[in-house]
């Protein structure tokens, strides 16, 4: 079964690649390795839910915000690499969660991004991760997150 047949069918559809924001590449390869730009969870040029964890963004609206991140994410990897059926294995997830000093459940944000991962390329997709709470993100974004990945040689 391809990445794509599973993205099928959990419900998954890639959208059109997200552009980068800023003065910056999206996606780098270097020899086998991939490094992924943060990723905002951006549907269309909009982000649906703004502010900070713990105060103006419930967990749960966090929590979908890191699932449109990998969405976008996969996006663009499947623009830029041709295929999400060359990756070898996700290698690190790192993700930043806008939050107040009192919420400290920024691994639980992230457990939804590291799910999705896993649910869709299995051993492959297993993945070292850091969740992060900082105390703003670009455009007010309550997630972001970016990863390194290895490719099939």
Not at 94 to 102: L, R
Request: proline share 7%.
């Amino acid at each position: 079964m391809t990445i794509n047949d599973k993205l099928a069918k959990l419900g998954v559809e890639l959208v059109p690649a997200p552009v980068a924001k800023g003065s910056y590449a999206p996606v780098i390869v270097v020899d086998s390795f991939v490094f992924v730009s943060g990723m905002l969870p951006l549907v269309g040029d909009v982000i649906p839910v703004t502010g900070i964890v713990g105060d103006t963004v419930t967990p749960q609206q966090a929590q979908a915000a890191a699932r449109q991140c990998m969405v976008n994410m996969f996006s663009r990897l499947a623009t830029d690499l041709g295929s999400l059926d060359t990756i070898a294995q996700w290698v690190k997830l790192t993700g930043f969660v806008a939050s107040t000093p009192e919420f400290t459940a920024q691994p639980t944000v992230m457990n939804t991004a590291s799910d999705l991962v896993v649910e869709i390329f299995g051993d492959q997709g297993r993945h070292a991760r850091s969740a992060v709470g900082v105390s703003a993100l670009p455009l007010g974004t309550p997630v972001e997150i970016e990863a390194i990945l290895r490719l099939k040689v």
